[in-house]
């Protein structure tokens, strides 16, 4: 692994947040990998998504469809219209980012006439929120008045829900299925150092896993995720939408393909400078860490919730379906420099190799069937 160095006081940041984590770690004696990731991304001030580090972009750690062109808020600003206009003119973004999509949305929906009463962000991060004011008070000044962040979940809801690359950071449970029986896998000290101790899986871990039928491995063993926070997530919604749409877009796979023999190791990445690492005990608060979507378990979960499935498919339908061509034929003559870079950008997003497979779209809601756009060809809910 070659990673560039933390500077100084990047290392120091991490250290203060390294010695929380020992001194949970003296108290309780093991931490599930879910209560590490939590803290390394969450923790007040020091976690990754609520310190102050740039994480989003060409500086940051890594770039997302947002800030690879606004064609991919201008196609999934056509999905969200109509489910507006069919349930209320309210719209929730979770987790913005750099406000990049906010910004597109809404000067997308301005010109389809279908703005909402209000765009709310809910965004954990104080740093994110400060950058998310300043890239809509810049690209959208005249519509920035609309935004509001909130704190929680609203109490009840109606309208449209968006939540791009939310899912996969998550904290994840580790589970690790051997010839013996099925172990969880989470964090200890050893040598003034963090490791890896497993025992065996019991409460939820173990009945969640134990549903999955996991390979066991005669020899070595079979390690891979669970998600169980996606699923109370998708609770809590179904607690308070009323009329509206959920459109989930994250990378992932349906659950067949999810728990192949052949995928030992997980899918668990981390993403320090545009690096891709597999070393999530390595410098905590400074890392993305982030896992494959179980697209089934979410499914399932809000199925059992009393919500509608609508839709999953790729990325790259979604966004054809949308007609992210048609945009991109707007943006000029073809030998432009305008239009070869958002060429490569919606190539990008839709290319098979590229985004275009690996990221899906799931759609989700309460009497807003009629409405859903963007799945029309090539819809896979089969899959689930």
Known sequence: MNLPEPSADAL???????????????????????????????????????????????EGDFVTAPELTPLFG???ARALAPAMAASAPSLIEVGAGTGLLAADLLRALDALGSLPEHYDILELSGELRERQFDTLARQVPALSARVRWLDRLPD?????????????????????????????????????????????????????????????????????????????????WSRRLGRGLMLLLDYGYPRAEYYLPSRSGGTLLCYYRHRAHGQPLLWPG??????????????????????EIYGYTTQASFLLNCGILELLERRGPQESPDYIRAARAVQRLTAPHEMGELFKVLAIGRECASATAGFERGDRLHAL
């Not at 940041?13 to 020992?22: A, G, P, T």
């Not at 003296?26 to 599930?32: C, D, K, T």
């Not at 999955?212 to 998708?234: C, D, F, K, R």
């Not at 400074?286 to 059992?304: M, P």
């Open 286 to 307: 400074l890392n993305d860490i982030t896992a494959f979507v179980d697209f089934t378990a979410v499914a399932e979960a809000a199925h059992d919730a009393g919500l």
């Open 12 to 58: 120091d940041h991490s250290n203060r947040l390294l010695q929380l984590i020992r001194d949970r770690l003296a108290a309780e004696g093991w931490l599930s990998f879910a209560d590490y990731m939590s803290m390394a991304l969450y923790h007040p001030g020091l976690g990754y998504y609520s310190g102050g580090s740039r994480k989003f972009g060409p």
């Open 156 to 236: 009840r809801f109606d309208g449209v829900v968006v939540a791009n690359e939310v899912l996969d950071v998550m904290p994840v449970h580790l589970v690790a299925s051997r010839a013996d029986g099925l172990f969880e896998r989470g964090i200890a000290e050893h040598d003034g150092k963090l490791c890896w101790a497993d025992r065996r899986a019991g409460g939820r871990v173990l009945e969640a896993a134990s549903a999955l039928s996991l390979p066991a491995p005669a020899e070595g063993e079979y390690v891979t995720e669970l998600n169980l926070a996606a699923g109370a997530w998708i609770r809590e």
């Open 74 to 76: 201008q196609t999934l």
